[in-house]
């Protein structure tokens, strides 16, 4: 694909992400309005990048539990009301569960944008030249690459107890450990393979890029121009500040 997004330098694209990340999670836990904002860098980036946005949310349901699990408790452990809604009042847990779900979307979402619009092998060699261990970075690259082939191989082996078991009755526990156990060893088996057979083709624990990229004046106006809005966004609550001005000067909308 050659939208204007894939043709920005993976080093672009992976400092501003990173910026995203650290700015978004150094608000305090009850703010949930400033943080609307930032849902623009991703989605503009969905946009401009023309990568389907359903596919992305499906990708971040799949690790939403993680986070809901994080803050679902928070309701009912901090009950003191923060801010109220016409006759309905919010406590500070409500406020932060919201909080932490919503930086939960952001995060991940930037990640999940990133990854699509740059491709892992162009975003690990942006980290290794950013100064990350060449080992941590084979090593994401290798953990992505064949995470796939592991889940497909349990996949399988769990359709084939299913298909060898009673219908409609549950496995035991001890059948999981069992396969977990065959999948581990199963995996290792083809890591081996797969390390060895690398190693004959001259693998020397560097992935290398066939078409190194080079910064261009696109990639420096991308930085400088999120970098800004993340500051502005950081400093000031830019959502407050748009419904203070629709409400002052647009008619019909109460004050």
Known sequence: MASPVHRLDARAKTLVTLAFIVIVVSFPLYEVSALTPFLLFPIVLLSVGRIPMLYILKKILIAAPFALVIGIFNPFLDREPVASIGSFTVSGGWLSFVSIMLRF??????????????????????????????????????????????????????????????????LPLRVYGSLIGTLLNRSMNRAERVYRAMVARGFEGEIRVLLPSALRWSDGVFVLGWLTFFSVARTWNLAEAVGLVLTRFLPGIPQ
């Open 105 to 170: 979307l952001l995060t991940v979402g930037a990640a999940l944008t990133l990854i699509a619009c740059t491709g892992m092998n162009n975003l690990g060699a942006s980290l290794a030249q950013f100064g990350v261990p060449r080992v941590f970075v084979v090593q994401l690259l290798f953990l992505y690459r064949y995470l796939f082939v592991i889940s497909d191989e349990g996949g399988k082996m769990f359709r084939s107890v299913e298909l060898r078991s009673e219908k409609g009755r549950p």
